[in-house]
């Protein structure tokens, strides 16, 4: 809580200098007839405002300047790094267990693809290239993992991205150790 307060402290202040720096000193140069200084303490004071308030809005365009917030990548990102390890004491008996034979083949493949440590995000060429399936099979499998919760998607910058939801990384786990006789055996 009292880093929130200090962050928000910090937002605040930084809001303030920005107003002034924005609306009192560039009147200041005016006056002088300092035009390029005015302009660039306009720029900078909106600057401070835009970045104090990166909280409260999704993009942004102005002046050349094109930003967009990329909320659900972030958090994917942020999950997948401090999701907590595997292990029977994470699993409960409430968890839901697919029985994986109800889970299609491609769909498995396409579910191994989207766990590759190296990508958090992907688009469906890149799947098809790395597991060897035709982009409409691939296209298949995302949209049945879309519809049971495994896997959710986000707009990049050459089309639709997907990744895996903490239920996908589940079923992952389930779908790669489903051949391995005997488990873990508890201390």
């Not at 499998?141 to 939801?165: D, M, R």
């Amino acid at each position: 809580m009292k880093g929130l307060d200090i962050n928000r402290q910090f937002n605040m202040i930084l809001r303030a200098i920005s107003a002034i720096i924005l609306l009192l000193v560039p009147i200041y140069f005016g006056y002088l007839g300092k035009t390029t200084e005015m302009g660039l303490l306009i720029v900078s004071g909106f600057l401070g405002l835009v970045f104090s308030s990166l909280d409260k809005f999704e993009s942004f365009k102005a002046g050349g300047v094109e930003a967009k917030l990329r909320y659900e990548q972030i958090k994917a990102v942020l999950e997948k790094e401090i999701e907590p390890e595997y292990s029977n004491e994470t699993e409960s008996s409430d968890i839901n267990n697919p029985n994986l034979k109800l889970v299609p083949e491609n769909a498995q493949s396409v579910l191994t693809a989207l766990n590759n440590s190296d990508y958090t995000w992907r688009y469906v060429s890149g799947i098809s290239q790395s597991i060897k399936l035709d982009r409409i099979d691939v296209k298949a499998a995302l949209k049945w993992l879309f519809e049971h919760g495994y896997v959710k998607k986000s707009i990049g910058k050459n089309g639709q991205i997907w990744t895996v939801t903490s239920e996908g990384r589940n079923l992952y786990v389930r779908i790669r150790f489903k051949d391995v006789q005997g488990g873990v055996v508890p201390a």
